[in-house]
């Protein structure tokens, strides 16, 4: 039985994940969402499951990812301090009774170790051997209950072993003096029980030992071994005190919350409200709201009426508060839909939160001693009303009175956003005052501000306030230092590089400001600490300004810019094959020959050429004239969408339109490039001037190519940064081509030879 739930389990989790992958639902979920405020502060690390997150499996929400990390009880840890003494260390206590192996902890008995540990040193100094036997006991049915060369789910109980350990468990209970002690004997005893579904038993055990210990003599394994009764009562078919037990441990441990959280259900409790326990009625209000995806104050405000100090308030608080900036700022930063808020209302929210800032006001003065974390909180609520005055007075009224890192950091990130708020240009004092709140993030471990969901925001913030101040370079500047985190694509706008996100907003004049910034010596301590990590490329930004110029027509100054290039910059790119054929030939004509007109060339050649060819058709006359306005017009086609030099004006194109023109990848870069304006204006030329039919006829098979094109791809107009947005539609519905209906008049014998080869 135990193996078929588990192996339903495996089987629920891979079906889900390849759901989840075939349908790409990242980055939708939790990696789009804001989140500025730490889910955890002032949180006990064994709550850390339950903060807050929008990823699902199923349609539900899920415990926050901190739960896959390995976390060892605090509460188990601390107790063992008290039986031995607070002289010990958390480490001396988590490698003697969790990492240590049987045989190591066998030599403490002969008085034999190899391994300085205080813990280990104190009991074996001190004779206490009612520990060491129970350590080595425990070791023992550990290695019953889960054998170090199995896999889990290839384990089976070995009953005989099991029932060996409960017998000599139960002779060596009765021999103990110390309680702490023999309470975890029977914890070990209820365990064993459980596991050779003697339920009964274990029931037994249960009520007839710990029920009889006196209260201020119980040890927290009491909840521990509740927890595994509280199965037994559910195998045994008694579901209502099974959640009754498990409400118990939920609210006294926490180590078992997760555990029992997962397990209880709250269907009987409903039905049984009135024979709960003010405890266990906490509990079950936690239980049922401590994923809530919606609004739960008026839950909140029962609690703090009930118990002010509990520790799961603060975990409830911080989730309300990761809500809060949820839907007032996600859609703001990232324009993602909102997740988990069924009823979005960006006004209401906004009063909720205000709601929200006098709940925590009022529970602020019940508790002195948390002073600093209620201050944090408010000034960042604050924050998220838009109230910067308030903001910082709570955050100042913090200044003094942190306790730990977490809340230092928290600090220096409201102090962040409010300094950010409140300029609109990287001057002096903005800079001094924000390079300081930095410094503290850079003397933290790197891999774990980059992997930092929080960080990653912090900096989105950033980002979008400058460019809503249309200060372009400086949103440019937190870019930057965007792609040096992981997971950086979900945070500005899914912007690769500054460069495309300049290309797509900036003028030229910005653009450059950029470069000054990243190329002069004496950075600013934000310049500096932005662009770090950056690795500035300055070929890519002349190519961006030239490219910038030649959208315009610009050709003299754009060539300004390509020349400073190195000329195999182009054929070392990823586009190169684009560069391989002649831009002045149009390789759409039926009896191109590709291997006749390869040649490779460059933006800067192009550009070179196509300066000498304007100004020889401002000269020629005729049907010389006609050829050169050809040309033209093959160049100016072969830059728009359609052509085979798109390269030149774009930075990026996708095949069937998505992403393109107003996205990330893909930019509007003019008229020409969607509508072939330029190239028709000098077909039409082409076709004026020409003499020659066999010219003439490549000039009205290009104009009604172009002209077919520029009608029939109707795009988008959304010019939003949405992950998937811009793309076409094709449109032939009344479409009449005017080129085609000259060219068939005109030209009747080339028209039905064009025709018979290709359809335009």
């Not at 850390?48 to 896959?68: A, D, M, Q, R, V």
């Not at 206490?128 to 384990?155: G, R, T």
């Not at 906004?350 to 002073?371: E, G, H, M, P, R």
């Amino acid at each position: 039985m135990k193996h078929l739930k588990k192996f339903s389990f495996i089987f629920k989790l891979v079906v889900v994940w390849f759901i989840a992958m075939s349908c790409m639902w990242f980055p939708y979920m939790d990696e789009a969402r804001v989140q500025l405020f730490d889910p955890l502060l002032g949180v006990p690390k064994n709550l850390w499951h339950f903060g807050y997150t929008i990823n699902h499996l199923g349609g539900e929400p899920t415990i926050y990812s901190n739960s896959l990390n390995m976390m060892y009880p605090d509460e188990n840890i601390q107790e063992w301090k008290k039986i031995i003494g607070n002289v010990i260390t958390d480490e001396d206590i988590i490698f003697l009774v969790y990492e240590s192996t049987l045989e190591e902890v066998e030599k403490l008995k002969d008085g034999n170790i190899y391994y300085y540990n205080l813990f280990a040193d104190i009991i074996e100094e001190s004779e206490m051997d009612e520990v060491i036997e129970y350590l080595i006991y425990a070791k023992k049915v550990e290695s019953v209950l889960s054998p170090d060369d199995q896999y889990y789910w290839e384990y089976t109980v070995n009953t005989s072993e099991v029932e060996k350990h409960i017998n000599i468990g139960k002779k060596i209970i009765n021999t103990i003096d110390d309680t702490m002690i023999k309470q975890r004997y029977a914890y070990q005893l209820i365990v064993l029980y459980r596991y050779v579904e003697k339920y009964e038993e274990a029931i037994k055990l249960y009520n007839d030992f710990f029920k009889t210990i006196p209260q201020n003599e119980q040890s927290i394994i009491k909840y521990w071994a509740m927890s595994h009764v509280a199965y037994c009562y559910k195998a045994e078919g008694e579901e209502l005190k099974s959640d009754l037990m498990f409400l118990d441990v939920f609210y006294y441990s926490d180590a078992k919350k997760l555990y029992s959280y997962q397990t209880y259900s709250s269907e009987n409790i409903k039905k049984n409200l009135k024979k709960l326990s003010p405890e266990q009625y906490y509990a079950y209000l936690v239980t049922t709201n401590i994923q809530n995806p919606g609004r739960v104050l008026n839950v909140l405000e029962e609690l703090a009426e009930k118990n002010p100090h509990h520790q799961t308030l603060k975990l409830l608080i911080n989730r309300e508060v990761n809500k809060i900036e949820n839907w007032l700022f996600t859609e703001k930063y990232s324009e993602m839909t909102v997740m988990y808020d069924t009823n979005f209302n960006y006004e209401k929210d906004l009063i909720y939160a205000k709601d929200f800032i006098d709940f925590v006001k009022n529970l602020s003065t019940l508790d002195n001693t948390q002073s600093a974390y209620y201050e944090l909180v408010l000034s960042y609520l604050y924050y998220c009303v838009n109230d910067i005055s308030n903001s910082e007075k709570y955050l100042s009224m913090a200044k003094n009175k942190m306790k730990n890192i977490d809340e230092i950091e928290q600090y220096h990130r409201i102090n962040i956003l409010i300094e950010t708020a409140k300029t609109s240009s990287l001057d002096n004092i903005y800079v001094q005052k924000i390079a300081k709140s930095f410094e503290v993030f850079s003397v933290l471990n790197e891999e774990q501000i980059n992997d930092s969901k929080i960080f990653q925001s912090l900096i989105q913030s950033g980002f979008v306030h400058f460019h809503n101040k249309g200060q372009h370079h400086i949103a440019a500047l937190y870019l930057a230092k965007a792609t040096s985190l992981n997971g950086f694509w979900n945070t500005c706008w899914h912007f690769s590089d500054p460069m495309f996100y300049l290309d797509k907003y900036a003028s030229i004049e910005e653009v450059e400001k950029f470069m000054n910034i990243n190329e002069k010596f004496d950075k600013n301590p934000l310049e500096n600490y932005l662009l770090k990590d950056y690795k500035y490329d300055k070929n890519r930004y002349l190519d961006l300004i030239g490219t910038m110029y030649l959208r315009q027509d610009n050709f003299e100054t754009a060539l300004s810019y390509f020349e400073q290039i190195p000329v195999n910059y182009w054929k070392e790119s990823a586009y190169s094959y684009e560069i391989e054929t002649s831009p002045f030939s149009n390789t759409n004509h039926p009896y191109y020959d590709c291997h006749t007109n390869k040649m490779y060339t460059n933006k800067a050649y192009f550009v070179t050429k196509m300066i000498e060819i304007l100004d020889e058709y401002e000269k020629a006359t005729g049907n010389e004239k006609g050829k050169l306005a050809l040309k033209i017009g093959n160049a100016y086609f072969n830059m728009s969408y359609y052509g085979d030099a798109w390269i030149y004006v774009c930075f990026g194109k996708s095949a069937n339109g998505g992403r393109l023109m107003s996205t990330s990848f893909n930019t509007t870069v003019n008229e020409n490039y969607t509508k072939c304006t330029n190239a028709l204006k000098y077909y039409d030329e082409a076709i004026k001037y020409l003499e020659d039919k066999d010219f003439k006829a490549e000039a009205y098979f290009f104009a009604a190519y172009a002209y077919k094109n520029a009608n029939t791809h109707i795009f988008s107009e959304n010019n939003t940064d949405s992950y998937y947005s811009g793309g076409f539609d094709y449109n032939y519905d009344e479409f009449t081509n005017i080129y085609t209906e000259d060219f068939k008049l005109n030209l009747p014998e080339s028209f039905k030879s064009y025709k018979s080869s290709c359809d335009f």
